[in-house]
């Protein structure tokens, strides 16, 4: 459905639903107590601003709402049976953004361009771990916020306090990964013991000169929270982290918040932005049950494995799981943890039957409670004498990949998601030769990826 000139929505009791894709090269407009359901994508490359009524996101598919120009809404309700709706734009609150089912997602590699952005005013209602924002957030105005951000599966929110002017805005995104590749965890500002090994926020003050409070929320997935009055908001400034302590805490040892301040007791707000972690002054919050390795090699006939681990709490035992396409995973074996510990521990075990080309192997850590956490993923390739084969390096890969193959193959490849869905144009090629391929894979989501060709196929793990 494309709309190529001057079009109004203006039933006022009807609602109006499109299952096909909707295209607005035009103006187009939603006026009073009018509901438009979208159950395909969404893309503006004219005017849609100005609106009143409800926009739904709807349906059991994918949906991408993009286009060259931004999306301006007065409602927004996400209400999908499953699946996701994906931003590849700016997406405009007015007024209120209901959560009932199912993730909006966004680029944070384009935070700055691809983000949902809520106008001064705007609010938000029904926030859950099966429906927020995993992805970038901005917030106008001189209101406190909670960011509705998190992962795939959590709700893990950071707050601000009231900002001076309505002129103001800030932007935040949740990244469910150790800092420590961009942030190093060893460098550290007194009083800190340590930080998270598991998460961050990003917070930046994009306009204005507001200082505010920072609220930085733990839930399971967060390794580990002791001692609430040792808990610190930490935050990356230049070259290190520096504390920027403790006001006071809500919640238990399972899930709740810390806000910036002293004493356990007194919010203060905070001066500059960027990374947020949590922090601890002590030893207690392991926050970091750090993995400090977890290792895949190919041994003759055999796939060796081994893993340190630098701290353990309430540890039961691990499995190392392994897969064939990197999605369907059995276990290999067993081993008990250390329960409790604060001292280096090193595993090792081996897969006497790895499979005949590929590998895939993940480390699952198992406490007493029966919380479980995962490793990066390892690749192990057998490749038993077949010559000319599709091989796809480094894997896991975070920004590019190389490909090595068959010409015939490599010119005419594919590249689909988990879901079977062809992502090959949100890749490009950098460099190519007969038989070689570098591609840039930055835009795509983190995920499981499988590349195919007419006659053979691989898996890449983007991170």
Not at 224 to 235: E, M, P
Not at 345 to 351: E, G, L, V
């Amino acid at each position: 459905m494309k709309f190529n000139c001057a079009i109004h929505l203006f039933l006022m009791i009807f609602s109006a639903y499109t299952y096909g894709q909707i295209q607005n090269n035009g103006n187009m407009r939603i006026h009073n107590d009018v509901n438009l359901g979208v159950f395909g994508n969404f893309t503006n490359n004219g005017s849609f601003t100005n609106n009143s009524g409800t926009l739904y996101a709807t349906g059991s598919v994918s949906q991408t709402f993009n286009g060259t120009n931004l999306i301006n809404v007065n409602n927004l309700t996400i209400v999908k049976a499953s699946n996701s709706l994906f931003i590849d734009n700016i997406i405009q609150i007015v007024n209120e953004l209901t959560f009932n089912n199912g993730l909006i997602n966004t680029n944070i590699v384009n935070n700055n361009s691809k983000y949902v952005e809520f106008m001064p005013g705007a609010t938000y209602q029904n926030a859950s771990n099966v429906s927020h924002i995993n992805g970038a957030v901005k917030k106008n105005g001189n209101t406190q916020f909670d960011f509705p951000i998190g992962n795939n599966t959590l709700l893990r929110p950071i707050k601000i306090s009231a900002p001076s002017l309505i002129t103001d805005h800030f932007t935040g995104y949740y990244v469910d990964n150790d800092p420590n590749a961009q942030y190093d965890r060893s460098s550290l500002g007194i009083p800190i013991d340590h930080v998270s090994a598991c998460e961050y926020w990003m917070l930046n003050r994009t306009g204005g000169l507001s200082d505010v409070e920072v609220t930085l929320s733990w839930n399971t997935n967060s390794c580990g929270v002791t001692n609430l009055c040792d808990l610190v908001v930490a935050q990356w400034e230049d070259t290190i982290w520096n504390s920027k302590g403790n006001g006071g805490v809500a919640g238990n040892f399972i899930s709740g918040n810390v806000v910036s301040g002293n004493n356990c007791a007194n919010a203060i707000a905070v001066s500059s932005f960027g990374a947020f972690t949590l922090g601890s002054i002590s030893s207690s919050n392991p926050l970091p049950i750090e993995l400090l390795s977890f290792d895949a090699v190919a041994c003759q006939d055999e796939v060796c494995l081994s893993w340190e681990t630098a701290s353990e709490v309430n540890n039961d035992f691990f499995t190392v799981e392994k897969s064939q396409l990197g999605y369907e995973w059995e276990s290999v074996v067993k081993i008990d943890g250390a329960g409790n510990s604060q001292e280096i521990i090193k595993y090792s075990t081996q897969d006497n039957f790895p499979y005949s080309r590929h590998s895939y192997y993940r480390l699952k850590q198992t406490d007493y409670d029966g919380q479980v956490s995962y490793s990066d993923i390892r690749t192990v390739h057998f490749d038993n004498g077949q010559q000319n084969k599709l091989s796809i390096f480094p894997n896991p890969s975070l920004n590019e990949i190389f490909i090595r193959g068959l010409k015939s193959d490599i010119s005419d490849l594919k590249i689909y998601n988990s879901m079977n869905q062809d992502v090959t144009s949100s890749t490009s090629i950098i460099d190519s030769s007969i038989s070689n391929l570098k591609m840039d894979i930055s835009a795509l989501s983190n995920g499981i990826y499988f590349i195919k060709t007419m006659s053979d196929f691989g898996l890449i793990i983007k991170q």
